[in-house]
Nanobody, 124 residues
Framework: QVQLVESGGGLVQAGGSLRLSCVAS????????MGWFRQAPGKEREFVAA????????YYADSEKGRFTISRDNAKNTVYLQVNSLKPDDTAVYYC?????????????????WGQGTQVTVSS
């Protein structure tokens, strides 16, 4: 069982940056692919980014390449999402997710565990 707790969300002006964090419980964190999703008001949850167990492989949603960077620190059981040049359209609840399979599985929308989410609001 893995529990995921996100933090780092908040209110930010357009053009600003945020770093979201997700801390995982359990000693098996290093074996999971990790990812980030987001859900804007009135929209379905969508994939943002995912990385493999080492952090050496990363996949991003085509629309967000270049602004988002996913990374992980297995010693701290933590995965991060750095978001730059924020836009009002980035306003959403951001969720952390874990998969015992590959980051491609996360890219397809499937995960074994989900966090509760952290709200990101971007003002214009």
């Amino acid at each position: 069982q893995v529990q995921l707790v996100e933090s780092g969300g908040g209110l930010v002006q357009a053009g600003g940056s945020l770093r979201l964090s997700c801390v995982a419980s359990g000693r098996t964190f290093r074996y999971y692919a990790m990812g980030w999703f987001r859900q804007a008001p009135g929209k379905e949850r969508e994939f943002v980014a995912a990385t493999n167990w080492s952090g050496g492989i990363a996949y991003y949603a085509d629309s967000e390449k270049g602004r988002f960077t996913i990374s992980r620190d297995n010693a701290k059981n933590t995965v991060y999402l750095q978001v730059n040049s924020l836009k009002p359209d980035d306003t959403a609840v951001y969720y952390c997710a874990a998969s015992q399979f590959s980051p491609r599985t996360l890219e397809g929308g499937a995960a074994d565990y989900w966090g509760q989410g952290t709200q990101v609001t971007v003002s214009s």
